[in-house]
């Protein structure tokens, strides 16, 4: 099913695509902190999704296995629900959103405690056939 022939578009996918082929995922509450997180997704932004695939697959951070899975349930989506080739797709939209935080506290010297925050994360990514990314890149370069 293509994007025209949708009767109903989520208000998620009409900010992350418009009304433009693609696809998107996302892991919501991932117990990583968004700091790390964003290290890991700056590096794949832009890239063709079989090169961002091998760089999450031998990438030394803790980050780079919630991404590559993010980014096959992505890759997944967009052949499934949109009919799109697999060797054209680029990874559009990549971003990491704070997730709630959870308080702990750590018992410390003196009878004292300080606060522990254990911070989550919401990962989307999405992807877009590349002749879609060049043309935003484009029109984008003339305004």
Do not use: C
Request: charged share 25%; no cysteine; aromatic share 4%.
């Amino acid at each position: 099913m293509s994007t025209t022939d949708r009767q109903r578009v989520s208000a998620r996918r009409e900010s992350l695509l418009g009304d433009q082929p693609g696809a998107f995922a996302s892991a919501r509450y991932s117990r990583i902190t968004p700091m790390k997180a964003r290290r890991v997704v700056d590096m794949v932004r832009g890239l063709p999704v079989d090169e961002a695939l091998a760089l999450l697959q031998f990438a030394p951070q803790a980050a780079s296995e919630t991404v590559y899975k993010v980014l096959e349930s992505a890759i997944a989506n967009a052949e499934t629900t949109e009919g799109l080739e697999r060797g054209d797709l680029v990874v559009s939209v990549a971003q990491v959103d704070e997730g709630p935080t959870m308080k702990r506290w750590r018992p410390r010297a003196q009878g004292r405690a300080t606060r522990i925050n254990k911070r989550t994360s919401h990962i989307t990514l999405a992807v877009q056939p590349a002749s879609v990314v060049a043309d935003k890149r484009s029109t984008a370069k003339k305004g």
